[in-house]
């Protein structure tokens, strides 16, 4: 019982592994997620000032209309002016072409303020663009990294579960079942290890009666905390 107490022992320690590789194989794609999420972030940031610049070069466009669409109205009355007879019509189209010049005047200061938006846009793009430039390649090379990291991982769950299985062979069929029923049960860990006095897994202080019955008797014992099969390496031996 004692010698196949370490086999179930070695078992339970390739199950830890296993889990463990598991655990990783698992977190891998997430990491690769969040790197993209960061790096996609800024290429959007990047699209969005562009979008703006664009926005912003039209409302420019629209503001040269409206200039030219006045112009157009203080050449009309120029031309109108030339044909009045009195002094009072012709001060009208007078006060209207002043108008319609200080109007002027006032989409052109909206397309001045627009050009200096223009530029901080443009600073934004240039800004964001190298940052991204330089983070895109150390990203794309971490993303590298995680995706053989990952390829790595799944071999090595593939070759441990190969030795897993040549170890079950190993293990006597009733201590087999025993594993495999707790293993459901104790999600995952069912033999405990015990170094001192202590259960490994729930550590509660194991009954010194019961402690003595470990080193001596060959019968399975469980710890009467969390039900799990004891395991007491003997003395000089290798409790890795
Ligand atoms: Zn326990």
């Not at 793009?125 to 990291?149: G, M, P, V, Y």
């Not at 170094?195 to 402690?211: E, S």
Request: aromatic letters at 4%; a negative charge.
């Amino acid at each position: 019982m004692k010698e196949g107490l370490d086999i179930l022992y070695a078992l339970q320690q390739k199950d830890d592994q296993l889990k463990e590789i598991e655990i990783i194989i698992k977190e891998i794609p997430q990491q690769i997620k969040k790197l993209e999420t960061e790096r996609d972030a800024r290429s959007e940031m990047i699209e969005k000032a562009k979008k703006k610049l664009q926005n912003n070069i039209e409302d420019r466009k629209k503001l040269e209309r409206d200039i030219a669409a006045i112009k157009d109205k203080i050449s009309k009355y120029k031309e109108q002016m030339k044909k009045v007879t009195t002094n009072k019509e012709y001060q009208g189209f007078s006060n209207e072409i002043k108008f319609e010049e200080t109007n002027i005047n006032t989409v052109e200061e909206k397309i001045i303020e627009k050009m200096v938006e223009a530029d901080e846009i443009m600073g934004i793009i240039r800004e964001t663009e190298s940052e991204f430039n330089k983070i895109a390649a150390e990203f794309n090379q971490q993303i590298k990294d995680l995706h053989s990291h990952l390829d790595y991982h799944k071999d090595k769950l593939s070759e441990e579960t190969k030795n897993k299985k040549e170890l079950r062979t190993q293990v006597a069929a009733n201590l087999l079942k025993a594993y495999d029923n707790l293993f459901v049960k104790k999600a995952g860990k069912v033999v405990s290890l015990v170094q001192t006095d202590f259960c490994g897994v729930c550590n509660i202080k194991i009954r010194p009666q019961l402690l003595s019955e470990l080193v001596i008797s060959n019968d399975l014992l469980i710890c009467e905390s969390c039900g799990r099969i004891l395991f007491k390496p003997m003395a000089g031996e290798d409790e890795e």
